[in-house]
């Protein structure tokens, strides 16, 4: 049985509105890390879904006069829709509305309360409505809420909390003895630092003053708050509590990767509820930056919204992915911008790529009606793209362990920058003109042809429809990374010319 498991999870997005790019950031990334596994051989469960409860959804949906299931199902379906148009091959999508999440969700606080880690008391605090979020006096910035620079008011409730303090001195030491659980590490020293050594407050995990929530079975008037209902959806989803395959197979996630506004939930609160749970906790969580428009987050009070899809529309699925995973570095924040975007196409996909592909499929048609075997004629100038080439997998492995999807992409485009290169040095139209050169030539374009298949392997993880183009043009199936070591014996291109790529985008 293949034992070689991974379980990725994007957050559960939060559906006050439909989703920007930068949702599609961070779905985007996961799903190039699922599909980079996968494709590795691996049993692999990505999950992504949404956090449906709260107030906000609940004032929205009042404004809007719908119910909040109405509200939520419509953006719902939006999301979905987005997630196909980007190709995101997610095993599974929860909804914290969902009827086996809301039954788990209660067990799991009777289970905590039960056990004394969840007791009664009231609630004095500074909340931010739309974010929400409470904060203490010293959290605030300027006297309003850190995340959003919003006003917060005062609320005070009859509440249950969660005894997170309880669970301070575990938590260092779970920092300690698993120094891979955050990162980037920059991200652990910070909760450390402000969050889990100046002490951990009890938390705040029901609401009375709004209903649209997960009720507490033994005490009805009060809902969920977040905390126990959103958080739990990486366990619910695979079955937990009740007994369950899914679960055995795939707890503790491998990897959550979240933005870095929840890194605190995710590293804090979650893992000290897993405590309580006595459950394992997950592998590692990744705290990555944000894909920014105009300098800020995006919304449409901002003015900077745009439908994800007109950008699909208009460049293409693969343009949009690509440059969402190569523009942003590890774990900082990348800008987006169309003119960006299309300097990337045109100067990454339609020049380094797409020219290359062509250039060598037309080539090897021209001067050998596109049959190509490795004639063994080698020079020393082919040393560099054979050998970058051979080693590009356990590079981009190195990286991809690393969580720098942009540098395994740029180790990619390298190695299509030594193809270019090469063609320049090898100088194909003069070797054509000399009969005696004749298997020299077709070595070099063999070379070109295996090094532009183990790229375009490689590349299914990032812009699947690519690579799927690219083998259609060498007329060759590839399925998993298991055929990057099997060498081709014979290109059989045929006689037509292979179409463009990546058309050429007009530059302002
Ligand atoms: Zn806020």
């Known amino acids: 049985m293949n034992n070689k498991r991974f379980y990725i999870t994007t957050p559960i997005y939060y559906p006050s509105a439909n989703f920007h790019i930068g949702h599609c950031y961070t779905t985007i990334v996961a799903d190039a890390l699922a599909r980079y ?106 006297g309003k809420c850190p995340d959003c620079g919003r006003e917060v008011k005062e609320v005070s409730e009859e509440a249950y909390f969660f005894k997170l303090s309880k669970y301070q001195k575990q938590l260092e030491d779970y920092y300690e003895a698993n120094p891979d659980f955050i990162s980037p590490v920059a991200r652990k020293n910070e909760m450390l630092n402000n969050f889990i050594r100046p002490g951990l407050e009890d938390l705040c995990v029901s609401r009375t003053s709004f209903t649209w929530g997960i009720p507490v079975t033994f005490d009805p008037k009060h809902v969920i708050y977040v905390w126990v209902d959103a958080l739990s959806n990486y366990i619910t989803s695979l079955g937990y509590p009740e007994e369950s395959e899914l679960y055995n197979k795939y707890w503790p996630a491998d990897l959550h990767l979240v933005g870095k506004e929840i890194v605190r939930f995710h590293t804090i609160i979650w893992p000290a509820l897993l405590l309580a749970l006595e459950v394992p906790l997950p592998k590692k969580v990744f705290g990555h930056g944000w894909l920014i428009v105009n300098g800020g987050k995006i919304s449409k009070s901002l003015g900077n919204y745009t439908d994800p899809r007109d950008y699909i529309k208009s460049y293409g699925v693969d343009a949009v992915r690509y440059f969402a995973l190569r523009e942003v570095p590890f774990g900082s924040d990348g800008v987006f911008s169309e003119e960006a975007l299309i300097l990337r196409t045109n100067a990454d996909l339609c020049n380094n790529l797409g020219n290359l592909v062509s250039r060598t499929i037309q080539m090897a048609i021209k001067y050998f009606d596109g049959n190509i075997e490795n004639k063994n004629i080698e020079e020393d100038i082919d040393n560099d793209l054979i050998y970058s080439t051979s080693h590009l997998k356990e590079i981009t492995d190195k990286k991809m362990e690393e969580l720098k999807v942009n540098e395994a992409l740029e180790e990619i485009f390298d190695v299509l920058r030594k193809c270019n290169k090469y063609i320049d040095d090898s100088t194909p139209w003069i070797l054509a003109k000399d009969d005696s050169k004749k298997d020299r030539l077709e070595t070099v374009l063999y070379n070109l042809l295996e090094s532009i298949r183990v790229c375009a392997t490689l590349l299914q993880a990032y812009i699947p429809d690519t690579s799927k183009k690219i083998f259609a043009s060498l007329k060759i199936d590839v399925n998993n990374f298991d055929d990057i070591d099997k060498k081709v014996e014979r290109y059989e291109l045929g006689l037509e010319k292979p179409a463009n790529l990546f058309e050429r985008i007009k530059e302002n």
């Open 37 to 142: 596994k996968r494709l590795d051989g691996y049993d692999v469960f990505f999950q992504t879904g949404t956090d449906e409860h709260g107030l906000k959804i609940e004032t929205k949906a009042k404004e809007a006069g719908v119910t909040p299931k109405e509200y939520v199902d419509k953006i719902i379906e939006n999301a979905k829709d987005l997630w196909e148009a980007l190709e995101i091959s997610y095993d599974f999508f929860i909804r914290t509305t969902d009827d086996y999440h809301v039954r788990r969700v209660q067990e799991i606080f009777k289970k905590l309360y039960d056990k004394g880690d969840i007791y009664k008391g009231e609630y004095k605090g500074l909340y931010c409505v739309p974010c929400e979020s409470f904060w203490t006096e010293s959290q605030l910035v300027d």
